[in-house]
């Protein structure tokens, strides 16, 4: 009985979340739970142990370089949003050959989708306000724009991990001592099914224009307008040359860090350089271009970070709250359940069904990562099934949920930059989810079998 009291953390975290939908609370209150039963059940020593817990997570630098990576992702944000170079892009792509057919436009926003996975909002943001002129040049509706935008952002940040979601997985798993954790999260993408057939499901509505459940029935809207469509459209470069160069030095600094080798290389430092260099870079050719006065730039950065505090505080919390479980014994003893009373063959389909039950009703997949993936990692290593399994259906499931659910970020700030009404887009998107997530249960069922 006193080892069951060890799975009252994470217990309690998903069902304060479920109850209060406040990822932020149920983080913090089961930190302070975990760290009173650390302490013998002291709940004043076990609150100071959870302020102490979270000032510790930045006594580690790659942490630290986590943190500061998005904040300034927010920066970059608003700089090419205000600027009007996501306004220019568009306008100059519906010029040119990208918007003769149907097929070339929804192709094009795809693409484009898929293209930037640095970083999810800018993602949501470029494409979709990208596709509202070119949806709307071919009367196609705005539920459709919604749904391949957000079909396309999220999948794609955690296929190509070359972002902050790779860096905060394998801030999640470093602690579990692999040889090598950023072999981990690379070895995660090829197990990531739900991620790779929802992406396969949008480039089969561009290319044959067919669609099925609520969203055939969507229609095109011209009174449909946006806030984003006031903003001046100025030079395209101010969109596509800071994402070239974000990307183009994110590869590079993995590849000097790592001697040679991208994947042995720092992923929190080097996207942390290549992402200070690009907000220079950009501020200093909006400033050359007298686009923003100094104190316009400064002003828009500040209001960037604002933006991004809410994902930062998930992200402090959950590394927090992974910390304080894995010194209570919350995954080991999860794990020798696991090898007692679950075929390990079920594994990687219950982590599946777990993350998009949980990321669905708090909204937020990051939150889910810092809840689940700590004991995904014991799990693994106790039932023999390889790490990057137990770490792709954690990643999968919680971008699942993220697509279902009416409170999630992403799917907020989708409806927004497509300008689409939010409830339509969520019952349009449902059925997609749901059957690229039946299909891939079935995949993770037979991967458990094959491995174990």
Request: charged share 10%.
């Amino acid at each position: 009985m006193d080892n069951l009291i060890l799975l009252a953390p994470p217990l309690l975290a998903l069902l304060l979340a479920i109850y209060t939908r406040h990822i932020y609370i149920a983080l913090f209150i089961s930190l302070v739970l975990s760290e009173s039963i650390i302490v013998g059940g002291n709940p004043a020593l076990g609150f100071l142990g959870s302020i102490d817990r979270i000032a510790n997570t930045f006594t580690d630098s790659g942490n630290t370089n986590i943190f500061l990576f998005c904040l300034l992702i927010g920066v970059l944000i608003v700089y090419m949003r205000d600027s009007g170079g996501v306004t220019a892009l568009a306008h100059s792509m519906i010029r040119g050959p990208f918007s003769k057919t149907r097929r070339r436009a929804e192709l094009s926003v795809a693409s484009v989708g898929s293209g930037i996975f640095i970083e999810t909002n800018i993602s949501l943001l470029g494409t979709g306000i990208l596709g509202r002129t070119l949806y709307d040049a071919h009367k196609l509706s705005r539920e459709r724009l919604a749904y391949i935008i957000d079909s396309t952002s999220s999948p794609i940040s955690v296929i190509l991990l070359l972002n902050a979601w790779g860096a905060y997985a394998d801030r999640l798993i470093e602690p579990f001592g692999f040889e090598n954790s950023t072999t981990v999260v690379v070895g995660s993408v090829g197990w990531n099914f739900y991620a790779f057939l929802a992406i396969a499901l949008v480039f089969f509505v561009a290319i044959t224009g067919k669609a099925f459940g609520p969203l055939r029935n969507a229609q095109y809207d011209s009174q449909v307008s946006s806030a984003q469509e006031k903003i001046v459209a100025t030079k395209p470069l101010y969109m596509w040359l800071p994402i070239v160069f974000l990307i183009g030095g994110a590869f590079f600094f993995m590849y000097w860090t790592g001697r040679g080798n991208i994947t042995a290389g720092s992923g929190s430092q080097s996207i942390l350089w290549a992402i200070t260099i690009t907000v220079i870079l950009l501020a200093f050719l909006l400033r050359l271009d007298k686009v923003f006065s100094g104190k316009e730039l400064q002003e828009k950065a500040f209001s960037g970070i604002g933006e991004m505090v809410p994902m930062v505080a998930i992200l402090l919390l959950a590394i927090a709250f992974g910390a304080s479980i894995r010194e209570l014994g919350t995954g080991q003893y999860i794990a020798d359940l696991g090898t007692a009373y679950l075929p390990p063959f079920a594994i990687p389909a219950l982590l599946f069904f777990i993350a998009g039950i949980m990321s669905f009703v708090t909204g937020t997949s990051w939150g889910t990562y810092g809840i689940l993936i700590p004991i995904a990692m014991p799990l693994s290593i106790a039932t023999g099934l390889p790490p990057s399994l137990a770490l792709g259906a954690v990643l999968g499931g919680g971008v699942f949920g993220d697509h279902c659910s009416p409170i999630s970020d992403t799917t907020l700030i989708a409806s927004l930059a497509s300008g689409c009404d939010h409830i339509s887009h969520v019952v349009t998107q449902l059925p997609y989810a749901l059957f690229a997530a039946l299909v891939a249960i079935a995949l993770y069922l037979a991967a458990g079998l094959w491995v174990v």
